[in-house]
């Protein structure tokens, strides 16, 4: 007999036992588990003092920067100006101080006071703009535009004050004269420019914050005074304003339009200038999560926001404004910039190799460029320098020197020809040869070098990643915030990827490539090593990236070997995910919530947090943080025995928030980390904003119906539109399994889905619970081809292959079914189930034109695709002598203008070389109707367009939503993607053939 209290104990034991068990099973363990054995996993670090990573193996930019006035520093300055006849910088600092100092004398030490703006104005926030009248000899005025508090109707103002007769000048304080308000917000614009006209131009965005986008939809809205660039006469006051609006300005006669705007359509133009010789105004406009843009602005245009940020969509259903949409003159993507900053056109004879050159640059990245533009054209764009400034302004002096102002450092630089480069001669390009290896051949790293590991790693095609850490000897990671950690210079993350070629054969495994991460102090550069056949070395990859030609087991049937091309990503494309804007942004899978798990020190397990702590690799807040349960962990998402939750967030966190969040260039406001809740995922219940492939009633995430969730459709297909983007080729088959049964748990309520929608759904799972139990095949194939009638459907289908009993015979109907689909919005969903000899051998998306050219031809052959081949459908679009349709250019004669690479080079990239009068313009109506064509004609009674099948289509003003103009081809981006090399190279030897 067990007494009472000994039952007790055991029952209190076993609970225990139990919990811990479960603790375990769910990774809840680690942040409190200590080490098992006397010691810590790491007991000490050897130093790592062996790296041979220094700068860059890229040939040097033509300029660097250095500093100018080198004896002078302000307080964030944000605005430089110039008045007529003092040969003076005035530099307007952020919080309210105005200094200036003679520009002529490079050893100038101190700056003069002009005037302290905070002291007059209490409520002052910010100085943004800054201008002196050009006749100032007779008009002493000098105009600043500043900001109140965000959220003011008025907050945002331009003043007009009087320069008082003084050595050095000064300004009155009580001369204050308030011209123009705006409401004030994260983007005020603020920029002021006297035009070659005398008039005075301002700049205003679009009065909200980051994001989400355009909040009061401000963008195409000319009945107030947001987003646009504004055009007054202050020289004469109007009858109730203390200026007058110039007559020909473009919207004097607008019923509802601000008659002050001159163009509209940004976002938040930062910095302006005009051509100093023909009075072209051109404008930087801050970019969204995409593009960062430049404008040749021009009067009455319109610059699309936020209808468009650049080429990518933003708000398509709102109603654009009285004027067409402009293209950008510049567009930089984000993987190069992340905050432009508009600047001038140098004059100095000091680099006559920038003569005429306008020089602009990015706050976020340093990158300096130039361009010069002539004949309605850009003939020369480069980039010029790359800084480690933060460009805020940049200032021009009367010789025409123009000079870049970094905020963070306070001080003004030039540039100069390149005198000291980060281009490394000798940078390593052996793997071996990078101090990391004690041996590459058995993959032996140096000491100081500390393995890592994850709790959720990336999909990566069924490859695999060993990870390590190497901090400069002294040295350790500095906590700024809880999820800011700062790296020392020469830190270097190094993850090398391998695959099983015959999956589950361990020893089949092959390292593919090497990839580093080096901070040089400033931000983080990747580079990747191509390892060699014998794998006893890696050797540097170009710039460019490269690709490996590999056999593998066959998806399908694994005992089958299928050819498969990992691609080894450009410098560029690290860049996309470990994005510059944000340094701490830049480290994905170094982070608490993945590194707090156990890890295998020889014969210790150890928390992997605490070790590196103990390794003086990380501070002890780190570890007390995780012990204290404040630091989130991730799970491994095909952890069977982890909450669902937990399991998917995990996913999601690992393989999307690096783009799918804040600043991270995702086309979606929506945020992926693990970390937020679900309403700031910005994606349960929200309608997608990227497109919705078809699906009825689509949702980002639609709570309890899978089906109709966008993100669950992008996870399962193949081809375009296929997530998650970079990494990775192959539907991650666990994955949507794991997503789909998250979202179908998820509690929705009665507005998340339509009565329609259940209903057809409800229908659906009939017709498929019929099909299953019926034996004839000409019925159940009748009821298949019903569910695949919508994206939904096949949705359903996909999901019921996986998850429902059912025959084999059944599965392969709706696996033939499913991938001979017309639409292709269905049958890229079912495109993996087919044995590899059954999948046309496509070109794909990454074409070699070297390679496609070898090709021999046949122009016969490519006549009859010309004319004949369907979906191809060149003759509904060109005409060849009298046959075909005249809606893009006439290819008669084709073959005398062009070689038959200039040829492939316009079907690859159809965009890159257009006329305007080939500009798409996409026409939405209020029924949610999309007409796409070339215009024809547009006028007050609407828009009338020719489309793809050269059929006029004529939209009525009154049911016009928006209208986006695309600086784009017709043509389709990737016609030959779905060709094969031979039928390509007939299309080649057609057109070539033409003279």
Same mark, same amino acid.
């Given at each position: 007999?067990?007494?009472?209290?000994?039952?007790?104990?055991?029952?209190?034991?076993?609970l225990?036992?139990? %919990?811990?068990?479960?603790?375990?099973?769910? &990774?809840?363990?680690?942040?409190?588990?200590?080490p098992?054995?006397?010691?810590s996993?790491?007991?000490?670090?050897i130093?790592?003092?062996?790296?041979?990573?220094?700068?860059?193996?890229?040939?040097?930019?033509?300029?660097?920067?250095?500093?100018?006035?080198?004896?002078l520093?302000?307080?964030?300055?944000l605005?430089?100006?110039t008045?007529?006849?003092?040969?003076?910088?005035f530099?307007?600092?952020?919080?309210?101080?105005?200094f200036?100092?003679?520009?002529?004398?490079?050893?100038?030490?101190?700056?003069?006071l002009?005037?302290?703006?905070?002291?007059?104005?209490?409520?002052l926030?910010?100085?943004?703009?800054i201008t002196?009248?050009?006749q100032?000899?007779?008009?002493?005025?000098?105009? %600043?535009?500043?900001v109140?508090?965000?959220?003011?109707?008025?907050?945002?103002?331009?003043s007009?004050?009087?320069?008082?007769?003084?050595?050095p000048?000064?300004?009155?304080?009580?001369?204050e004269?308030?011209?123009?308000?705006?409401?004030?917000g994260?983007?005020?614009?603020?920029?002021?420019?006297?035009?070659?006209?005398?008039?005075?131009?301002?700049?205003?965005?679009? #009065?909200?914050?980051?994001?989400?986008?355009?909040?009061?939809?401000?963008?195409q809205?000319?009945?107030?005074?947001?987003?646009?660039?504004?055009?007054? *006469?202050?020289?004469?006051?109007?009858?109730?304003?203390?200026?007058?609006i110039?007559?020909?300005?473009?919207?004097?006669?607008?019923?509802?339009?601000?008659?002050?705007?001159w163009?509209?359509?940004?976002?938040?133009?930062?910095?302006?200038?005009?051509?100093?010789?023909?009075?072209?105004?051109?404008?930087?406009?801050?970019?969204?999560?995409?593009?960062?843009?430049?404008f040749?602005?021009?009067?009455? #245009?319109?610059?699309?926001?936020?209808i468009?940020?650049?080429?990518?969509?933003?708000?398509?259903?709102?109603?654009?404004?009285p004027?067409?949409?402009?293209?950008?003159?510049?567009?930089?993507?984000?993987?190069?910039?992340r905050?432009?900053?508009?600047?001038?056109?140098?004059?100095?004879p000091?680099?006559?190799?920038?003569k005429?050159?306008?020089?602009?640059?990015?706050?976020?990245?340093g990158k300096l460029?130039?361009?010069?533009y002539?004949?309605?054209?850009?003939?020369?764009h480069?980039?010029l320098?790359?800084?480690?400034?933060k460009?805020t302004?940049?200032?021009?002096?009367?010789?025409?020197?123009?000079?870049i102002?970094?905020?963070?450092?306070?001080?003004?630089?030039?540039?100069?020809? %390149?005198?000291?480069?980060?281009h490394?001669?000798e940078?390593?390009?052996?793997?071996?040869?990078?101090?990391?290896?004690?041996?590459?051949?058995?993959?032996?790293v140096a000491?100081?070098?500390?393995p890592?590991?994850?709790?959720?790693?990336?999909?990566?095609d069924?490859?695999?990643?060993?990870?390590f850490?190497?901090?400069?000897?002294d040295?350790?990671?500095?906590?700024?915030?809880?999820?800011?950690?700062n790296?020392?210079?020469?830190?270097?993350?190094?993850?090398?990827?391998?695959?099983?070629?015959?999956?589950?054969?361990?020893?089949s495994?092959?390292?593919?490539?090497?990839?580093?991460?080096?901070f040089?102090?400033?931000?983080?550069?990747?580079?990747?090593?191509?390892?060699?056949?014998d794998?006893?070395d890696? =050797?540097?990859?170009?710039?460019?990236?490269?690709?490996?030609?590999?056999?593998?087991?066959?998806?399908?049937?694994p005992?089958?070997?299928?050819?498969y091309?990992?691609?080894?990503?450009?410098?560029?494309?690290?860049?996309?995910?470990?994005?510059?804007?944000?340094?701490h942004?830049?480290?994905?899978?170094f982070?608490?919530? $993945?590194?707090?798990?156990?890890?295998?020190?020889?014969?210790?397990?150890?928390?992997?947090l605490r070790?590196?702590?103990q390794?003086?690799v990380?501070?002890?807040?780190v570890?007390?943080?995780?012990?204290?349960?404040?630091?989130?962990?991730?799970?491994?998402?095909?952890?069977?025995s982890?909450?669902?939750?937990?399991?998917?967030?995990?996913?999601?966190h690992?393989?999307?928030?690096?783009?799918?969040?804040?600043?991270?260039?995702? #086309?979606?406001?929506?945020?992926?980390?693990?970390?937020?809740?679900?309403?700031?995922?910005?994606?349960v219940?929200? =309608?997608?904003?990227q497109?919705?492939? &078809?699906?009825?009633?689509?949702?980002?995430?639609?709570?309890?119906?899978?089906?109709?969730?966008v993100?669950?459709?992008?996870?399962? =297909?193949?081809?375009?539109g296929?997530m998650?983007?970079?990494g990775?080729?192959?539907v991650?088959?666990?994955?949507?399994?794991?997503?789909?049964?998250?979202?179908?748990?998820?509690?929705?309520?009665?507005?998340?889905?339509?009565f329609?929608?259940?209903r057809?759904?409800?229908?659906?799972?009939?017709?498929?619970?019929d099909?299953?139990?019926?034996?004839?095949?000409?019925?159940?194939?009748?009821?298949?081809?019903?569910?695949?009638?919508t994206t939904?459907?096949?949705?359903?289908l996909?999901d019921?292959?996986?998850?429902?009993?059912?025959? *084999?015979?059944?599965?392969?109907?709706?696996?033939?079914?499913?991938?001979? *689909?017309?639409?292709?919005?269905i049958?890229?969903l079912?495109e993996?189930?087919?044995?590899?000899?059954?999948?046309?051998?496509?070109?794909?998306?990454?074409i070699?034109?070297?390679?496609?050219?070898?090709?021999?031809?046949?122009?016969?052959?490519?006549?009859?695709?010309?004319?004949?081949?369907?979906?191809l459908?060149?003759r509904?679009?060109?005409?060849?002598?009298?046959?075909g349709?005249?809606l893009?250019?006439?290819l008669?004669? %084709?073959?005398?203008?062009?070689?038959?690479a200039?040829?492939l080079?316009?079907?690859?990239?159809?965009?890159?070389?257009?006329?305007?009068?080939?500009?798409t313009?996409?026409?939405?109506?209020?029924?949610? =109707?999309?007409?796409? &064509?070339?215009?024809?004609?547009?006028?007050?009674?609407?828009?009338?367009?020719?489309?793809?099948k050269?059929?006029? $289509?004529?939209?009525?003003?009154?049911?016009?939503?928006?209208?986006?103009?695309?600086?784009?081809?017709?043509?389709?981006?990737q016609?030959?993607?779905?060709l094969?090399?031979e $039928?390509?190279?007939?299309?080649?030897?057609?057109?070539?053939?033409?003279?």
């Open positions: 007999m067990i007494a009472a209290d000994q039952l007790l104990r055991f029952r209190s034991w076993f225990l036992l139990l %919990i811990v068990t479960l603790l375990k099973l769910h &990774g809840a363990h680690l942040q409190a588990q200590e098992t054995g006397s010691t996993g790491i007991t000490k670090r130093p790592w003092t062996t790296s041979k990573i220094k700068g860059t193996p890229d040939p040097a930019l033509p300029y660097e920067t250095e500093r100018a006035f080198s004896n520093k302000f307080n964030q300055p605005a430089i100006a008045a007529p006849g003092q040969k003076r910088f530099v307007a600092e952020r919080k309210g101080k105005i200036s100092f003679p520009f002529e004398d490079q050893s100038v030490s101190q700056a003069d002009f005037f302290d703006l905070k002291e007059r104005v209490r409520d926030n910010e100085i943004y703009g002196f009248h050009p100032f000899e007779k008009q002493p005025f000098v105009y %600043i535009c500043y109140l508090k965000p959220g003011l109707p008025a907050g945002t103002r331009v007009r004050f009087k320069v008082l007769d003084t050595n000048p000064r300004c009155d304080p009580d001369s004269e308030i011209l123009i308000e705006w409401l004030s994260g983007h005020n614009g603020g920029c002021l420019r006297f035009g070659p006209d005398g008039y005075l131009y301002i700049s205003t965005g679009d #009065g909200g914050p980051a994001s989400p986008p355009d909040i009061h939809n401000a963008g809205d000319v009945s107030n005074l947001l987003s646009c660039v504004l055009r007054i *006469d202050v020289d004469h006051p109007g009858k109730e304003l203390p200026y007058s110039p007559s020909d300005n473009p919207f004097v006669n607008q019923p509802g339009a601000r008659p002050e705007i163009a509209f359509g940004f976002r938040n133009p930062w910095k302006m200038c005009f051509h100093p010789e023909n009075g072209d105004l051109w404008v930087g406009d801050v970019g969204w999560e995409l593009w960062e843009l430049v040749r602005v021009e009067k009455g #245009g319109n610059y699309g926001w936020s468009r940020e650049g080429r990518q969509p933003v708000k398509p259903e709102l109603k654009p404004g004027t067409p949409i402009l293209p950008p003159t510049v567009e930089h993507s984000h993987r190069e910039a905050s432009i900053t508009g600047g001038y056109f140098y004059q100095s000091r680099l006559k190799a920038l005429d050159t306008y020089i602009y640059g990015d706050y976020s990245t460029w130039g361009l010069r002539a004949d309605k054209r850009i003939n020369w480069q980039e320098a790359n800084s480690t400034l460009v302004a940049f200032a021009l002096d009367d010789a025409g020197e123009v000079y102002v970094d905020i963070e450092g306070g001080a003004f630089h030039r540039l100069v020809p %390149i005198k000291e480069s980060d490394n001669p940078f390593p390009t052996l793997l071996s040869q990078t101090g990391l290896f004690e041996s590459t051949e058995t993959h032996q000491p100081g070098v500390i890592y590991s994850i709790n959720a790693p990336a999909w990566a069924h490859a695999t990643a060993e990870r850490v190497a901090l400069p000897a040295s350790s990671i500095d906590v700024v915030k809880k999820s800011i950690w790296f020392p210079k020469d830190s270097v993350l190094m993850k090398t990827i391998s695959l099983e070629t015959e999956r589950g054969n361990s020893e495994s092959r390292r593919l490539e090497t990839q580093l991460l080096h040089n102090g400033a931000r983080w550069l990747g580079y990747s090593y191509r390892w060699n056949e794998q006893t890696a =050797k540097l990859v170009s710039r460019e990236g490269d690709n490996l030609k590999l056999e593998v087991s066959s998806e399908v049937n005992k089958e070997q299928v050819s091309d990992w691609h080894i990503p450009s410098r560029a494309e690290c860049a996309v995910c470990h994005t510059p804007f944000q340094n942004l830049s480290v994905l899978s982070e608490a919530a $993945q590194l707090n798990r156990n890890q295998k020190y020889g014969a210790v397990i150890d928390n992997q070790a590196l702590v390794a003086k990380l501070p002890e807040s570890w007390n943080e995780a012990k204290a349960s404040k630091t989130p962990t991730l799970v491994n998402p095909y952890n069977t982890a909450a669902l939750n937990s399991r998917a967030r995990s996913y999601l690992a393989n999307c928030r690096h783009c799918h969040r804040s600043n991270g260039g995702g #086309g979606s406001t929506i945020e992926l980390g693990a970390s937020f809740d679900r309403t700031e995922m910005k994606a219940g929200v =309608k997608p904003t497109g919705t492939f &078809g699906i009825a009633d689509a949702r980002v995430i639609s709570p309890g119906d899978p089906f109709r969730s993100l669950l459709y992008r996870m399962s =297909k193949l081809g375009k296929r998650p983007y970079s990775s080729s192959l991650d088959v666990k994955a949507t399994q794991l997503i789909g049964e998250w979202i179908e748990r998820l509690p929705s309520s009665s507005d998340d889905s339509s329609t929608v259940l057809l759904r409800n229908h659906q799972r009939n017709l498929l619970a099909a299953v139990q019926i034996e004839d095949q000409d019925f159940v194939g009748q009821k298949l081809q019903e569910i695949l009638g939904s459907g096949a949705l359903l996909l019921a292959l996986e998850r429902m009993p059912m025959s *084999d015979q059944m599965k392969d109907q709706i696996v033939q079914l499913g991938a001979k *689909d017309k639409s292709p919005l049958s890229d079912f993996r189930f087919l044995p590899e000899d059954q999948r046309v051998k496509r070109l794909g998306l990454k070699d034109p070297v390679v496609l050219l070898s090709v021999p031809g046949d122009a016969r052959e490519g006549k009859k695709l010309f004319f004949e081949m369907s979906g459908q060149c509904n679009c060109h005409r060849v002598h009298q046959y349709k005249e893009g250019p006439d008669t004669q %084709i073959g005398k203008k062009l070689s038959q200039e040829l080079e316009n079907i690859i990239q159809p965009s890159k070389k257009i006329d305007e009068k080939y500009y313009h996409v026409v939405e109506t209020r029924s949610g =109707k999309v007409y796409t &064509g070339l215009l024809v004609k547009k006028d007050e009674t609407g828009i009338t367009l020719k489309d793809s050269n059929e006029l $289509q004529q939209i009525p003003q009154n049911e016009i939503e928006s209208v986006v103009v695309q600086k784009k081809s017709i043509m389709p981006e016609l030959f993607r779905d094969t090399a $039928q390509a190279a007939h299309l080649l030897a057609y057109l070539e053939s033409l003279k």
